[in-house]
């Protein structure tokens, strides 16, 4: 059975390399529906096979059929993420191959180095406090930065195979990476973020989520969902959240937020504001002008 399954996965890697717009008579080639079906069956991670058998398979192809050398670089095509993992790097199987893309620039935990993340503020209720948020226009990066009170965030694209892909790569760290559960935390970070559709509403309107689902509400459902179950051995995110925490309960940061919601939220509200203030200093001036001009009489 793993030999068949591997020689399918090869003719069909293949077959996809060297595809050309006309058909041909294989359904898998000529609909496109179910090459997407196919590719997400190969991401379950249930469906892994032992990645060396693959590779041994596919060292006589190489010199007749494409320009490729390894099997690494033909799954790395096939996958459309040639410009965002090195063709020389190591990966278990396929699930894995998706969480290495993602967690590349994320430093691994050293043991008990950090704390579990217990507490952290909602989106809504975190800007109302003056933290603003900045998306990183990066969809499978997963690092999240804090500094001078901005928060970095990657954009996160919320469609139909975001849950199955990422439930996938979540219980593969829950398995083999309990340490270094990068994936885990940071939904579990977006989790702590979004409470209501109000802060769904926030995160896109500042480019850190992207919607294709319809309703924001789904968006809050399965970011709520996909935390649940999940164990937290340390997560990353824990010193960025106590730095987030700091700052929002720091009072100066809090009455800035206000007085700059209030009185500068927009164009408009700013334009009268500073009339208002331009009148005031006038009538200031004229009082004292006047209070002089009778003392001196």
């Not at 079906?37 to 379950?44: A, E, F, M, Q, S």
């Not at 191959?97 to 989106?123: I, N, Q």
């Not at 990476?177 to 979004?194: E, G, K, Q």
Request: charged share 25%; aromatic share 10%.
């Amino acid at each position: 059975m793993i030999l068949h399954d591997s020689v399918f996965l090869l003719e069909f890697f293949l077959r996809y390399t060297l595809w050309v717009p006309k058909k041909i008579g294989d359904p898998l080639m000529d609909e496109p529906c179910l090459e997407y079906t196919v590719d997400g069956d190969l991401i379950l991670l249930e469906n892994q096979l032992p990645y060396f058998i693959l590779e041994k398979l596919f060292d006589p192809l190489v010199p007749t059929l494409i320009q490729m050398q390894t099997f690494s670089e033909l799954t790395i095509y096939h996958f459309g993420l040639r410009n965002d993992i090195g063709n020389n790097s190591n990966f278990r199987h396929f699930t894995d191959l998706l969480r290495c893309v993602r967690v590349k620039t994320v430093p691994d935990h050293d043991l008990g180095k950090y704390e579990r993340m217990y507490e952290m503020y909602s989106a809504d209720k975190l800007h109302t406090g003056g933290v603003k948020f900045k998306a990183i226009d990066d969809v499978l990066s997963v690092e999240v930065k804090f500094k001078n009170g901005v928060l970095n965030i990657p954009c996160f694209v919320a469609e139909d195979h975001t849950e199955m892909i990422v439930r996938n790569i979540m219980a593969l760290e829950q398995c083999h990476y309990p340490l270094n559960a990068h994936v885990c935390n940071y939904i579990m970070f977006l989790d702590f973020l979004i409470d209501t559709e109000k802060d769904v509403d926030l995160l896109v309107e500042k480019g850190i989520i992207t919607n294709w689902l319809g309703h924001h509400r789904a968006v809050e459902k399965m970011v709520n969902k996909l935390s649940l179950g999940v164990i937290d051995e340390g997560s990353y995110y824990s010193d960025i959240a106590r730095q987030v925490r700091k700052h929002y309960n720091n009072k100066w940061n809090k009455s800035y937020a206000v007085l700059r919601r209030v009185y500068c939220s927009d164009l408009w509200t700013g334009t009268a504001t500073v009339a208002a203030t331009c009148l005031l200093l006038m009538t200031l001036i004229q009082t004292v002008a006047s209070v002089i001009q009778i003392t001196k009489k």
